[in-house]
C-alpha cells in the first residue's frame, strides 16, 4: 500500500479529481463504500502533502478492507500480506465507481483518461490464417516476470506476443498516458 500511495500521490491529476470530487455521500445511487474510499484516498494525499513526518493511511486501509475482503484476510491473527498491483488496481476502481456515481449525466471514466493505455491486438489462426483485431483501453500492463528475463524489453515482448498451437496474437501498445505518467512508478 505504501508504495502505491507514494506513487499515486505523485499524479496530480489523479490529485485534482479526488479534490473536487464531491465529499457529500447523499447523492442517489453512490457506491458507498467506493466514495469512503476516495475521500480517504483525498485525505492522505493532502497529508502527505502538508507533513514532513510519517503518515499513517489507517483509514484509507480501514475502507481498503471494508471494499475488498481480501485485504481483511486473517492468518494466524495476522493480516495476510497483498501486492501493490491488487491495491493499485482496487483504488482505481474505486476511483471510477465513485466519479461515474457522483456524474449527473455519463461521463468518461476520468482513471481511464489518466492512467489508459490503447492496445491493439491482431490474433491469427495457425489452420486457416484467419484473424481479427481488436482494440482494448487497460489501466494497468500487466507484465509478468518468468526465469531468464533481465530487460524490461523482454518482458514486454513475451506480455504482448502471446499464443498456442491453434492461435498466434501479437499486440501493440498504440497509446500511452502522458509522458511523466508512463514511467512515474518505475
Not at 447523492?27 to 510519517?54: P, W, Y
Amino acid at each position: 500500500m505504501n508504495s502505491t500511495i507514494q506513487c499515486m500521490n505523485r499524479v496530480p491529476e489523479l490529485k485534482a479529481a479526488l479534490t473536487s470530487y464531491s465529499h457529500n455521500a447523499k447523492r442517489d445511487g453512490i457506491d458507498v463504500m467506493s466514495h469512503n474510499l476516495s475521500v480517504a484516498a483525498n485525505h492522505i494525499f493532502s497529508e502527505l502533502d502538508k507533513n514532513t513526518e510519517a503518515v499513517s493511511p489507517s483509514k484509507l486501509l480501514e475502507m481498503m478492507r471494508a471494499k475488498y475482503p481480501t485485504f481483511a484476510e486473517q492468518e494466524n491473527n495476522v493480516y495476510r500480506q497483498q501486492d501493490a498491483e491488487e491495491c493499485w488496481s482496487g483504488l482505481l476502481n474505486a476511483f471510477s465507481e465513485a466519479f461515474a456515481s457522483e456524474a449527473s449525466e455519463p461521463t468518461t471514466d476520468q482513471m481511464k483518461e489518466i492512467f489508459g493505455i490503447e492496445l491493439v491486438s491482431r490474433s491469427k489462426c495457425a489452420e486457416n490464417g484467419a484473424g481479427r483485431l481488436k482494440t482494448q483501453s487497460v489501466k494497468l500492463l500487466r507484465c509478468p516476470i518468468t526465469d531468464g528475463m533481465n530487460h524490461l524489453d523482454e518482458v514486454l515482448e513475451h506480455t504482448l506476443r502471446t499464443g498456442d498451437s491453434m492461435y498466434e496474437k501479437d499486440s501493440e501498445i498504440n497509446e500511452l498516458p502522458r509522458q511523466d505518467i508512463q514511467f512515474l512508478c518505475s
